[in-house]
């Protein structure tokens, strides 16, 4: 059953592409009791509709307290709230809930459907409220999600609010006389220098705290407001940043005026024009530079071996591993993937992460392959098409070289 917090988290506002995405209700989640979880909860006996105490707001939202809170603050749409709660339909039945798996879920309230978002503010920590959320604060008619009014329990076991969003600074509508601006029209001012030395690269990812505005003064995202630094490769966001941030030292806050042709290029539900960034470069981690193309990357040499399916290798490194891999085993690998005119496509190392995958569910060449190999080995590769993508629209295509270091096997 899919939980209420993922289908409100994809019913809630688009996503930045520099943000990391919400995780799910499973990972925010804390047990919530040590006795086995009930399967079912049955429905309010007031299911099919408010009664006649439950209050109304302006917006349509009904809701009756159930048992009263702790008094005190109460969250903000931006707060970070932890919850248990059960979701009925005005039938009676139970379509999600946090108590029969135990565990409360953890969200943002900007993150959720519009009656949620509401009605969790009226609350205060310890308090338990039902709510009757009509459709429009709902899905809407969505397909594939509860339709008509909704029904929840929710009790609000505590929240957090995050940092107020920094004000759009005073030359936000435009570089004043003293930025400097770099060949391809980006502007930028240094506000703070911090104390590193080195610069990060275009492939390197780096973790920041920024604000964004558009040059109306209107903020449109901050990691700073969801008080988490983001992390990402420099060479997978828009191109201001790719060249802006690489300028910057570890600890060093600038302010950058991207324009449109270096940000979203006018792309339909991003930002539009000018956007100004204030920046702060937490830090950054550089992966190794790619390996360079093997000589014999166009063709197997005379002393490859060949197997009887066409395959050819070469042992470029022995191990001091014994066992080999069965097709149905899991492994560990590093490698890096070149077509043979000498175009590396793809490489674990560049991106200094192992790979992980069982061998019964990649490219026949790798599946025939590896099973060669024992770990603590690096082999070549050089696989024919019909043991590659064999033509596959968007694969790379012809024959394929890999360098594969193969360094661990689980059952």
């Known amino acids: 059953m899919k939980t209420f917090l993922l289908m409100a988290l994809l019913a809630g506002c688009d996503e930045q592409p520099e943000t990391e995405p919400a995780d799910d209700a499973a990972a925010n989640a804390t047990n919530a009791s040590e006795a086995p979880p009930p399967s079912v909860i049955d429905a309010p006996s007031d299911v099919a509709a408010p009664p006649a105490d439950a209050r109304k707001t302006d917006s349509g939202?009904?809701?009756?307290?159930?048992?009263?809170?702790?008094?005190?603050?109460?969250?903000?749409?931006r707060s970070k709230v932890e919850v248990h709660y059960t979701g009925w339909t005005t039938?009676?039945?139970m379509f999600d809930s946090s108590v029969t798996r135990g565990q409360t879920a953890s969200f943002g309230l900007n993150q959720v459907i519009a009656g949620w978002t509401e009605g969790l503010q009226l609350m205060t920590r310890g308090e338990k409220t039902l709510f009757w959320i009509p459709e429009e604060l709902a899905y809407k008619g969505r397909p594939g999600k509860p339709a008509g009014m909704l029904v929840f329990e929710v009790e609000l076991i505590d929240f957090e609010n995050p940092p107020e969003p920094p004000p759009a600074p005073d030359?936000?509508?435009?570089?004043?006389?003293?930025?400097?601006?770099?060949?391809?029209?980006?502007?930028?001012?240094?506000?703070?220098?911090?104390?590193?030395?080195?610069?990060?690269?275009?492939?390197?990812?780096?973790?920041?705290?920024?604000t964004g505005w558009t040059t109306d003064g209107k903020m449109f995202d901050s990691s700073i407001s969801r008080g988490k630094t983001a992390k990402f490769p420099l060479d997978r966001v828009i191109a201001g940043w790719t060249e802006g941030l690489q300028l910057m030292n570890t600890g060093d806050k600038y302010r950058f005026?991207?324009?449109?042709?270096?940000?979203?290029?006018?792309a339909r539900g991003k930002p539009a024009g000018m956007l100004v960034f204030d920046v702060e470069l937490i830090s950054f981690k550089t992966p190794p530079p790619p390996p360079p193309v093997p000589d014999d990357v166009a063709a197997p040499p005379a002393d490859a071996k060949k197997t009887d399916?066409?395959?050819?290798?070469?042992?470029?490194?022995?191990?001091?591993?014994?066992?080999?891999?069965?097709?149905?085993?899991r492994v560990k690998v590093h490698y890096t993937g070149w077509t043979t005119d000498g175009e590396m496509f793809d490489s674990s190392v560049v991106r200094d992460r192992p790979s992980s995958f069982g061998l019964?569910?990649?490219?026949?060449?790798?599946?025939?392959?590896?099973?060669?190999?024992?770990?603590?080995?690096t082999f070549r590769f050089w696989i024919p098409e019909e043991l590659a993508y064999k033509g596959m629209p968007g694969k790379p295509p012809g024959m394929l070289v890999f360098d594969v270091e193969l360094l661990e096997i689980s059952k």
Request: hydrophobic letters at 30%; proline letters at 8%; aromatic letters at 6%.
């Open 309 to 329: 399916s066409g395959l050819a290798y070469r042992i470029l490194q022995k191990g001091e591993g014994t066992e080999h891999p069965a097709e149905t085993s």
């Open 360 to 377: 019964n569910r990649v490219i026949a060449g790798w599946t025939e392959g590896v099973q060669l190999m024992s770990p603590g080995d």
């Open 61 to 77: 939202l009904a809701y009756k307290v159930v048992k009263p809170g702790n008094g005190g603050d109460h969250p903000s749409p």
């Open 91 to 93: 039938d009676g039945k």
């Open 257 to 266: 005026w991207i324009p449109e042709e270096l940000a979203y290029k006018g």
């Open 171 to 210: 030359d936000v509508a435009g570089p004043p006389a003293d930025a400097q601006k770099t060949s391809t029209g980006l502007a930028y001012a240094v506000l703070s220098e911090g104390e590193g030395t080195e610069n990060p690269i275009s492939r390197s990812t780096v973790e920041v705290h920024y």
